[in-house]
C-alpha cells in the first residue's frame, strides 16, 4: 500500500513554471513505475509523464520539451516541472503508481494558466 499526497498546483500566467509534488507514503525506491496524470472536466483522464526506477521516463506529446519528471528515492517524492505552461495545460493533476496490480491516485492539485 501508499498514500500520495501531491502539492504545488496554483494560478500561474502563460509562459510561467510551476513544480508539482507527488510525496508517497512509504519508500518509493521499488516502485517501478511512478506517473503524473491530468484530468479537465468532462474528460478522461491522460497520462502527462511517468519514470521507471531506472529513471527513464515517457511524456505526451503535449509537454514534451517543456515538462520534466523526476524522482527523488530519499525523499519518496516524484516531481513534475512544468515550463512555458500553456492556458490548455490547466487541470487538475494527479499522481500515480501500481503496485501488485493495484491502482494508487493521489487527491489531485489544480493548476490554472491564464492567458
Known amino acids: 500500500q501508499v498514500q500520495l499526497v501531491e502539492s504545488g498546483g496554483g494560478l500561474v500566467q502563460a509562459g510561467g513554471s510551476l513544480r508539482l509534488s507527488c510525496a508517497a507514503s512509504?519508500?518509493?525506491?521499488?516502485?517501478?513505475?511512478m506517473t503524473w496524470y491530468r484530468q479537465t472536466p468532462g474528460k478522461q483522464r491522460e497520462l502527462v509523464a511517468g519514470?521507471?526506477?531506472?529513471?527513464?521516463?515517457n511524456y505526451a506529446d503535449s509537454v514534451k520539451g517543456r515538462f520534466t519528471i523526476s524522482r527523488d528515492n530519499a525523499k519518496n517524492t516524484v516531481y513534475l516541472q512544468m515550463n512555458s505552461l500553456k492556458p490548455e495545460d490547466t487541470a487538475a493533476y494527479y499522481c500515480?503508481?501500481?503496485?501488485?496490480?493495484?491502482?494508487?491516485w493521489g487527491q489531485g492539485t489544480q493548476v490554472t494558466v491564464s492567458s
Open positions: 512509504r519508500s518509493i525506491f521499488s516502485i517501478n513505475y
Open positions: 500515480k503508481t501500481v503496485i501488485q496490480s493495484v491502482h494508487y
Open positions: 519514470i521507471t526506477s531506472g529513471g527513464m521516463t
